[in-house]
């Protein structure tokens, strides 16, 4: 997404790749202001003028990819932009014709939920981790539809994906469906193969080259597995 916005011939194929980054980066950075002490509208009104400073300021074509971790970079630019902002003491009016990222849609109201002693950043950096965990399993959700068994498709994705260490009853759900043990067995391993690789996709996109994908995705693993 980055090398989209950078590469975009106009202002709309910009503000385009904007939308797209808002909603991967919209609750990462509202947690991130929530745990540096923000109410709930406060943290939704920063993290929305953020993105309409970046589509009027440019700020992403500016930089070269490569330089740090987009990851960083956007976190960076966002502190940044709030010590700028209590600087001015006044909140900027909105309007005069700009173009917005539309927030329809986005997460309006958020659930802080991770530890009241856990850092802003590394709150930020558990939240990048579900962004794109959840973009991963959105695009699995979509591919899944398109195709035929589509109720029997999303109840092994239930199963397969499900938060508790029990393990899945594949032959109960082999026995409703009147397939065998075997068969949906691979159906719930190709499912969760399909998604490895939509998962690297999505890191792939914040990176600056293939040799940053392995270290990113470790290191994406480690947040999921203590969050």
């Known amino acids: 997404m980055w ?24 609750r990462p950075l509202y947690v991130f ?11 939704a009104d920063q993290v929305q003028g953020f993105f ?5 300021h440019q700020t992403l074509v500016e930089v070269r990819r490569g330089e740090v971790r987009f990851r960083s970079f956007l976190l960076r630019c966002f502190c940044n932009w ?13 309007g005069g014709g700009a173009l917005f990222v539309p927030i329809c849609g986005l997460p309006i109201e958020e659930e802080v939920s991770i530890a009241d002693d856990c850092a802003p950043d590394k709150a930020y950096d558990h939240r990048w981790a579900r962004a794109l965990v959840d973009l991963a399993m959105q695009r699995l959700d979509a591919e899944n539809a398109q195709k035929d068994r589509g109720e029997f498709l999303q109840e092994v994705r239930r199963r397969a994906f499900a938060a508790n260490e029990v393990a899945p009853d594949w032959e109960a759900l082999a026995q409703v469906y009147g397939m065998s043990h075997g068969a949906v067995r691979k159906v719930a391993a190709d499912m969760r193969r399909r998604f490895g690789v939509l998962l690297r996709e999505e890191v792939r996109q914040v990176v600056s080259n293939d040799d940053e994908v392995d270290d ?12």
Do not use: F, M, P
């Open 52 to 56: 309409e400073h970046l589509i009027q």
């Open 82 to 94: 709030l010590v700028n902002q209590h600087r001015k003491e006044t909140r900027r009016k909105r």
């Open 33 to 43: 202001a929530r745990q540096r002490g923000a109410d709930h509208e406060i943290a």
């Open 3 to 26: 090398s989209a916005i950078r590469a975009a011939a106009s202002e709309a194929e910009a503000v385009e790749g904007l939308e797209r980054l808002a909603k991967a980066y919209w």
């Open 216 to 227: 990113e995705l470790r290191y994406l693993v480690s947040l999921i597995a203590k969050a």
